[in-house]
């Protein structure tokens, strides 16, 4: 595997889910229609600030660059380290950390969360561990469970990751995606997980072409939750991979859709990146990121390292 091609996937993802978060960021919780109304459509991010699903991310890729076996004694170390509450965490995550300050061990901080915490965060898993399906969705369970152990949560992370490793994979093999065919492998495999999630999933194999963003934004919204459930979540940012034609389109659709948008975006923008590259992103978007501490240039450095590790075997 070339580094170059390996890099270009990576930062592409890990990019790609920081400029959907920040999108999405400043219309969090609008529906589709009081988007649409104030915007006519959201296609520029106010001030390029990410949210608590790139922090998360961000821990992530360190402990994969930390042991590339993935420990999620250190994953839930740099969650604790990086928590910034003002990037705008869920309440239950307060009490995770709490329990890690405490010295709790990871297995015991998690709580029985539906929500799709565990997904937002899950890129570099899905990313790193493109080539060994197995092992991709051991890890995902495993980062998914230090936070949220209700299946549905952990299905939705999977379900991410999943779709993150294998368009990472059609990428590298210069393969096209057959929509359908993409959707059923990834609902296939997190059925025994989670049925609901994976009924859910399916719905996007239903959804009709979209003329252009703003009908995908209005057919997301209509058909799923957008919502800060692992269910309602995770198909609508697959769903809008799916009806995208390029990334900037699956992300616009992504976040006009309403509802959790950082996360909506933050995960069409993982999966889009990882598919695109991070050439696809556009400019505007990436000059307008935040790029002070752990910021652009520091994600940047953290993807390449991980290409660099994965070319070299």
Known sequence: MRFEDLQEAFSGSALGCAAGDALGREVEGWSHEAIRRHFGLLTEMQDGRYTDDTEMMIGLMEALLEDREFDPARAARRFLENFHPWRGYGARIYGVMARLKQGLPWQEVGTDSWGNGAAMRVAPIGFFFFDDRGRLKEKAILSATITHKHPEGVAGAVAQALAVGMVTERRLQGQEIDPVGFVREVSKEVEGISPEVAEELRKIEELPHAEDVLEG????????????????????????????????????????????????????????????????????WLLGLEDEGKGKSYILHLAEELARIKAEG
């Open 217 to 284: 934004a209005r057919l997301l919204s209509s058909s799923f939750g957008c919502d800060i459930s692992a269910k309602g979540a995770v198909p609508a940012a697959i769903g809008a991979f799916v009806l995208g034609r390029g990334f900037r389109e699956a992300v616009l659709m992504a976040v006009n859709a309403g509802g959790d948008t950082d996360t909506l975006g933050a995960m069409a923008g993982a999966i889009a990146g990882a598919y695109y590259g991070l050439r696809a992103i556009p400019e505007g």
